[in-house]
């Protein structure tokens, strides 16, 4: 069964160091998506991407966050300038091209911030 | 804006009990809903979800949910507890309008043997 898959599993930086966090989503979806979770709370959504552009972000995505798909397989995302409070697990997902399809979670990158 | 309410971070059960997990919506449009699990130091796996059509929606490891739209509930529900069940249970809403998913808070089930 077609899969997310995220590299890598855990990453450790210092504070504003840059961390580039990659996602190879299914092959034949159309919408990629980070979100975060910190320990502990509840999952939060940080942006979507479509047709190589982003369709949508919240609050937390600000100018330290960007998003990118450089290939045809892989999509990533980096902090350009890592803040204690960006210390989280980060999931990408991705889904088909109609909007009931399911997001499909890859399994995280665990980033702790020091 | 769209919000998930799931009451009770904690649920526990003995193994064998009936499972019931809650959770309300908000959404100003008809939602799109779906139930996902975590199980320690993984990703999160769809369980089951609705969009449309009928609204008791059965998943896998026998869990189902019903969609209530005069209650704005999609409670998750397995009659039978099992200690394979324990993990952590998000609700999500999203809509036909491509909105990302909005999580709930999520709920920790723990089955006592």
Redesign the interface.
Known sequence: EPEVTQTPSHQVTQMGQEVILRCVPISNHLYFYWYRQILGQKVEFLVSFYNNEISEKSEIFDDQFSVERPDGSNFTLKIRSTKLEDSAMYFCASRGSRPQETQYFGPGTRLLVL | AQSVTQLGSHVSVSEGALVLLRCNYSSSVPP?L?W?VQYPN?????LL?Y??GATLVKGINGFEAEFKKSETSFHLTKPSAHMSDAAEY?C?V?????????????TRLSVIA
């Not at chain 2, 993984?42 to 769809?46: A, D, S």
């Not at chain 2, 999203?94 to 999520?106: H, Y």
């Open positions: 799109y779906f996902y993984q990703g999160l796996q769809l979800k969009t449309t998000f999500a999203s809509d036909v309008r491509n909105t990302p998913l909005v999580f709930g808070k999520g």
